[in-house]
């Protein structure tokens, strides 16, 4: 029997924007490759750059990108669906660390598609850490314990 590989990525779960962006001090380093995905305007994308770290931003909306690349010239800006992998690796870049934004994912009924969402990214893309922006993945992972066998007792 094929053993199944383990992803080692971290899940960071964030409610808002302003908590979003309060990771950025905490999870990335300068050294870092960093992939936002639903970037939108660019704004987040831009504060991930200030760290020193090399970033790009994606989003689904063409529109979207080329505002942010008009305002962020600087920064490497994508239109690329979430979940376009193919895509995603034709950027040819071993990202340390995503970041995720889907606004459209926010509800529990969209739970499912998110957490495939993230494990697709952890077994293809492998980073370290994937933070998201959700509050339904937030509340999720609050009640979840995983659960641990008790250590048989010795007679």
Known sequence: MARQRKARTIYVATTGVAEYRA??????RPDDVVLEVGCEWGTTTEL???VGADVIGTDISPECIERARESRPNIRFEAIDAFD???LLA???KFTKIYLDLSGFSGYASLLDLISLLQMY???LEPEVIVAKSRSLK???HRCIAWEQPPKEEN
């Open 122 to 124: 952890a077994h293809v």
């Open 139 to 141: 509340t999720f992972a």
């Open 85 to 87: 992998m193919p895509a």
């Open 48 to 50: 991930i750059a200030e």
């Open 91 to 93: 950027l040819n870049k």
């Open 23 to 28: 990771t950025i001090p905490v999870y990335v």
